[in-house]
């Protein structure tokens, strides 16, 4: 769950916020599922009022979909423009963006592990800093969190090289091809073994391929636009893809784990794809809410978020809750502002200095 950080190319300045409130939606629902399965299981008096906040990885599903969006429309437009694709400024601009503060994380499990805090084992945090953890999956709570941003890693290795090898009409064909092909592939792991793997990559990647099939398509057909909007909020969209999403996490909470595991990608999916399309347009009720001053805090800090509630939101926790949320959010701000926000500056720097040359 890294997420990417957009910046003002031709798009109005409401447009990153909306997005960034959407993020801070996101890692929302990810402490708040986390806090509320800790503390309200099932069979417990607080379990039915909170159980829309009972499955946190809805909230990494929509952080999923905006990372397959950003990147592809970064790197979509950078091939329209000079007729190519660098990756080697891209995964520079991509360490630049997730090394430092992940790594910071790391170090600090490594030390409290040592400590004996914690108790992740030099397996766990290797498989964690190589961004594997997804295919060797990791003992320790603090660490547990580290699939999705190898998921992401995954992602952000092989997309690129996809976009520079195609062209954007051929890469959107296969985003589609991949919605289409991965529950099919979900479906018939059920079928056959089962049960879903679902940290791994191919089970998960979807996800991503609907933020990057709609980056694509609003940058292939961008005459399309006022009539896609229009036709979305004829049918009123926004509030069924809000619908789909709340659906789907009630159906987690009552159906088979693994069954719901196969469909609710797809549907969170498309529904994260339907509201990032409303959050970066001018008019509707997203936008003004999703600029929300709270939402877009959240939102801006969401990728230390992530990193750091994992020691404070955990059962194994020696924090209670009362002092470690609010330290959560004391010791993630800490983490943008010293760790993210410096390297932040450095990356746009020299992409400062490379147009000027």
């Known amino acids: 769950?890294?997420?990417?950080?957009?910046?003002?190319?031709?798009?109005?300045?409401?447009?990153?916020?909306a997005l960034t409130g959407l993020r801070g939606v996101a890692i929302f629902a990810v402490i708040a599922g986390h806090i509320v399965t800790l503390h309200y299981p099932r069979g417990t008096s607080g379990y039915w009022p909170t159980l829309l906040l009972h499955q946190p990885i809805i909230g990494v599903q929509v952080f999923f979909a905006l990372s397959g969006f950003l990147i592809t429309g970064i790197l979509a437009r950078e091939k329209a423009k000079t007729g190519r694709i660098s990756l080697r400024r891209f995964y520079a601009r991509r360490a630049y963006r997730i090394w430092p503060a992940f790594y910071t994380y790391l170090t600090v499990v490594a030390v409290l592990a040592a400590w004996g805090v914690y108790s992740a084992g030099w397996k766990d945090l290797t498989a964690a800093a190589l961004y594997v953890s997804n295919y060797m999956p990791v003992g320790c709570e603090c660490l547990s969190?580290?699939?999705?941003l190898?998921?992401?890693?995954?992602?952000?290795?092989?997309?690129?090289l996809t976009l520079v090898l195609l062209s954007p009409r051929w890469a959107l064909r296969l985003a589609f091809t991949g919605i289409v092909a991965a529950p099919?592939?979900?479906f018939w792991l059920y079928h056959s073994i089962g049960t879903v793997p679902v940290w791994h990559f191919e089970t998960r990647v979807d996800a991503m391929l609907y933020g990057a099939a709609l980056a694509l398509a609003l940058h292939l057909y961008p005459q399309s636009i006022p009539a896609a909007r229009q036709w979305m909020s004829r049918l009123r969209l926004v509030p069924a893809a809000v619908a789909a999403i709340l659906a789907t996490v009630m159906a987690g909470e009552i159906g088979n784990g693994d069954l719901w595991h196969a469909f609710a990608n797809s549907v969170v999916g498309g529904a994260a794809a339907v509201l990032i399309?409303?959050?970066?347009?001018?008019?509707?009720?997203?936008?003004?809410?999703?600029?929300?001053?709270?939402?877009?805090?959240?939102?801006?800090i969401s990728f230390s978020l992530y990193l750091w509630q994992q020691l404070f939101d955990m059962p194994r926790s020696p924090l209670p809750l009362a002092v470690g949320l609010p330290l959560m959010f004391l010791v993630a701000a800490g983490s943008y502002l010293l760790v993210e926000k410096p390297?932040?500056?450095?990356?746009?720097r020299r992409a400062t200095l490379r147009r000027q040359q």
């Open 343 to 348: 390297f932040l500056k450095v990356k746009d």
């Open 277 to 300: 399309f409303a959050a970066t347009g001018t008019t509707g009720i997203l936008v003004p809410v999703l600029q929300n001053r709270l939402l877009v805090w959240l939102g801006t």
């Open 145 to 148: 969190h580290t699939w999705s």
């Open 184 to 186: 099919v592939w979900r």
């Open 150 to 160: 190898a998921v992401e890693e995954q992602f952000y290795l092989l997309w690129p």
């Open 1 to 17: 769950m890294t997420p990417v950080q957009a910046r003002p190319n031709g798009t109005a300045h409401q447009k990153i916020a």
